[in-house]
């Protein structure tokens, strides 16, 4: 397949005497173009990603900085509640945040003549947020809504929500980035005002403007809003934990109510985000798993129909790397019950890796990895056909490869992967790595709850 020649983003970066670091992406057709007859798209977006993540949670507290995140749309000193989404919302434009492991991101997309506000928002939301117990107990009823939602209620979400606990030995990524209701109800406003004033600082932050707008007047908006913020003489905390490398295989079982068929995973260590098996990890993963026509979807879905789903991710962080193979077993829950115990999971294990073997073994067609090749550049290339798309790619080049440009060599080297590149790093991270087996069950006794516990064979 031959290469596909992309336009580098057209960055601008430098960092504020404060340690903010900037980055501005404007278009080639905004403010600056738009003399000569090239319209730009008349928006803009701005996104601040703060360097903290659920790797950061403090001991006791897991999804703590998840909850922060809700925090952050209260009110501030020159901020009423909810002003934010007024500030984006009622001028046509749109805001939200997600939290991950290694990262909390605010982000907002509005016509390119409210830039000005938005920033001045930022700037204000970062230095001087108002925390008060009302507004602490609310945001923490509705993220614990939230943890009832997507693991609770979910028959698998008690599986998908303790992969990270049962994998990773010692770092901090085995806590789980939505927490628990135990530790949620833990905290108090002082831990709230504690790690805003840790974390949610300019030498922590990366703000990014992207769309349609003039780099020189977004400068000194930034200078004139951010610049004038002090930057805290405590030193950043980061994590200093490194993940051994796993010795053994083992096998766990994690037991959960009204589980309907039983489902497993099995994961293994994998390299970090930027490592330069990363992008023929991401390219295996897709052949294995992207669409209906993936190969174990194919093989345990559609021909030994021993699955209702199965799949296969590369979970690349900044720190290091969990790949992992899952299937959830088709059939009656009567029949399924009435198996010798372990008997279907052991099943799925055996196709599962079956089909890994195969991928890392047997000669790749042609035509089967152009396409899966396309699909991931046609994904990427996509997301930056709009502002916030752009900004989002750059951001995540930064947080987990330590620069900006790498989202532009990341469509170089999904490019770049060739077959041989794909079977070399599934057997050198698969096949000649320890795994970890979780089965899933329904709980025998409810009252044990959904502890993790050792398999025995």
Request: glycine share 8%; charged share 25%; no cysteine.
């Amino acid at each position: 397949m031959p290469l596909l020649a992309v336009p580098p983003l057209a960055l601008q970066q430098r960092r504020l005497g404060n340690g903010l670091a900037l980055v501005l992406l404007p278009e080639s057709g905004g403010a600056q173009a738009a003399g000569r007859g090239r319209p730009g798209s008349g928006t803009v977006s701005v996104q601040v990603w703060y360097q903290v993540g659920g790797k950061d949670d403090p001991v006791g507290r897991s999804g703590f900085a998840h909850l922060f995140e809700h925090m952050m749309f209260k009110g501030a000193r020159h901020l009423a509640n909810e002003q934010f989404d007024r500030l984006t919302e009622d001028v046509g434009g749109a805001n939200n945040a997600f939290t991950a492991e290694d990262v909390t991101v605010y982000h907002a997309e509005v016509p390119a003549n409210h830039l000005e506000r938005l920033l001045w928002a930022e700037a204000e939301r970062m230095a001087h947020l108002n925390v008060d117990q009302a507004n602490f107990d609310s945001e923490r009823a509705v993220v614990k809504e939230e943890f009832r939602e997507r693991v609770l209620a979910d028959p698998y979400g008690r599986l998908f929500n303790g992969l990270p606990a049962a994998f990773w030995q010692r770092h901090p990524y085995r806590r789980p980035v939505i927490g628990s209701i135990e530790d949620l109800e833990a905290a108090t406003l002082d831990d709230v005002r504690r790690f805003h004033a840790t974390y949610y600082r300019p030498d922590n932050a990366v703000l990014i403007v992207a769309g349609d707008f003039d780099p020189a007047q977004a400068q000194a908006w930034v200078d004139r809003y951010f610049g004038v913020l002090a930057r805290p003489a405590a030193p950043l905390p980061r994590v200093q934990v490194r993940e051994p490398r796993r010795e053994r295989s083992e096998h766990l079982r994690l037991q959960g109510p009204r589980v309907p068929l039983p489902a497993l995973a099995l994961m293994w260590q994998g390299p970090g985000a930027g490592h330069v098996d990363a992008a023929a990890l991401h390219v295996a993963a897709a052949l294995l798993a992207s669409g209906e026509s993936a190969r174990l979807n194919e093989a345990l879905v559609y021909r030994q129909r021993i699955a209702q789903s199965a799949g296969f991710s590369a979970d690349l962080l900044a720190d290091g790397g969990m790949l992992v193979a899952w299937a959830i077993a088709a059939g009656e829950p009567a029949a399924a019950a009435a198996a010798a115990p372990g008997a279907v999971l052991d099943r799925l294990e055996r196709s599962l890796r079956r089909e890994i073997a195969r991928l890392a073994d047997a000669p790749i067609a042609t035509a089967e990895l152009d396409k899966v090749r396309t699909g991931l550049v046609t994904q990427a290339i996509a997301g930056r056909q709009t502002p916030e798309g752009r900004a989002t790619a750059v951001g995540w080049a930064i947080v987990q490869r330590g620069d900006a440009a790498a989202a532009d060599r990341e469509l170089a080297e999904l490019q770049a992967v060739r077959a041989e590149d794909v079977q070399r790093v599934l057997r050198r991270y698969v096949g000649q790595g320890h795994a970890v087996r979780l089965d899933y069950r329904q709980e025998a006794d409810p009252a044990k709850g959904p502890a993790v516990t050792k398999e025995g064979r």
